[in-house]
Nanobody
Framework: VQLVESGGGLVQPGGSLRLSCVASGFTFSNYYMSWVRQAPGKGLEWVSD????????YYADSVKGRFTISRDNAKNTVYLQMNSLKPEDTAVYYCKAELGSFASWGQGTQVTVSS
């Protein structure tokens, strides 16, 4: 099981980034996918979820209206489109795959929002 995130980087406040997480080694379309972040010196913060079929999505209040989660089961990929980025969005972003009691995490991608 492997999850590989990409798309992070340095962006100015108000800018946008799209994170990708490519999965391999399991049947991606069966899994519930999440994005979780960790800001410097802080704990893990849940950001967004998407169900296996992509028809249901959920967001933390801190990102609602600015971030959009989506998935392409044909490409084994989950995305996080991040718009109107703020300095407080600075964090390492991780994707997570879940099915029942099984969970797997990626290695994370750094997002830095700064002028």
């Amino acid at each position: 099981v492997q999850l590989v995130e990409s798309g992070g980087g340095l962006v100015q406040p108000g800018g946008s980034l799209r994170l990708s997480c490519v999965a391999s080694g399991f049947t991606f379309s069966n899994y519930y996918m999440s994005w979780v972040r960790q800001a410097p010196g802080k704990g893990l913060e849940w950001v967004s979820d998407i169900n296996s079929g992509g028809g249901s999505t959920y967001y933390a209040d801190s990102v609602k209206g600015r971030f959009t989660i989506s998935r392409d089961n044909a490409k084994n990929t989950v995305y996080l489109q991040m718009n109107s980025l703020k300095p407080e969005d600075t964090a390492v972003y991780y994707c997570k795959a879940e099915l029942g009691s099984f969970a797997s995490w990626g290695q994370g991608t750094q997002v830095t929002v700064s002028s």
